[in-house]
Structure formats: C-alpha cells, structure tokens
C-alpha cells in the first residue's frame, strides 16, 4: 500500500482507519495495542498514542 512520504503523521493516520474501519465491521481492531508496545518495550512511558484509550 502505498501511502505518500513515509512520516509518523501518514503512519498514525493509517491505523488510525485500521482500527476504526475494523471496529466498525466488528473486530478488534488495535485492541491490546498499548500493551503489546509496553510488553515489547518492557516497560511503560509517559508518551500517549494518538489515537482513543481503549479504557
């Protein structure tokens, strides 16, 4: 897929409508999200998503 000049604003913006598109059609879309990234990470930071809490 090609989605213009590679930059974290194109990057957000296409999961963003991943999420929101699969949520609309009933999956889970970038439930545990946040979790994979703290799990990968090892540990939590104080940076947020662009995107809605899932809590």
């Known amino acids: ?7 974290f604003h194109m ?3 296409f999961l963003t ?3 929101q598109h699969a949520l609309r059609h009933g999956g889970p879309g970038l439930t545990g999200w946040h979790d994979w990234l703290v799990a990968r990470r090892g540990r939590d930071c ?3 998503w662009p ?4 809590t």
Do not use: E, I, Q, W
């Open 46 to 48: 104080n940076h947020a």
């Open 51 to 54: 995107a809605r809490s899932s």
């Open 11 to 13: 990057l957000t913006a």
């Open 17 to 19: 409508g991943y999420d």
């Open 1 to 7: 897929m090609f989605v213009g000049k590679a930059s």
